[in-house]
């Protein structure tokens, strides 16, 4: 993805959730900094913005699928940006027929 082959896209909110795991992981500053300077660095990559529409949604899709909250983010994310395929581990999303769960191992050579 660093060359732009792939292209995908990662919301702020799961920015921000992966900063606040690092923070309670005691890594320094520096560690998170260089995190976010990281993500500069894939051509592929864009970033959303969360905004509070894609969150009251989001409330709808706990209701309907069961999801967590950053489950019904993530997926709302993907909705609001026509997103068919997620990249993630976790199965609760193979129950959403709104989207493609893909595990990320199919991206390692």
């Known amino acids: ?3 732009g082959e ?3 896209t990662i919301t ?3 920015i921000d959730t992966i900063m606040l795991v690092m923070h309670r992981y005691k890594k320094s500053w520096s560690d998170i900094r260089k995190f976010l300077l990281s993500l500069l660095l894939y051509n592929g990559l864009s970033i959303y ?3 509070i ?3 009251i949604k989001a409330t709808e899709h706990i209701k309907n699928f069961k999801l967590d909250l950053e489950d019904s983010i ?3 994310a993907a909705l609001s940006n ?3 395929e997620i990249v993630s581990l976790d199965p609760d999303f193979d129950k959403i027929r709104l989207v493609k769960r893909i595990e990320p191992r199919r991206f390692h050579n």
Do not use: C, P, R, W
């Open 6 to 8: 792939i292209k995908a």
């Open 1 to 3: 993805m660093a060359k």
């Open 12 to 14: 702020d909110f799961e």
């Open 53 to 55: 529409i894609d969150k």
């Open 74 to 76: 993530v997926l709302q």
């Open 49 to 51: 913005s969360v905004n």
């Open 82 to 84: 026509g997103i068919k």
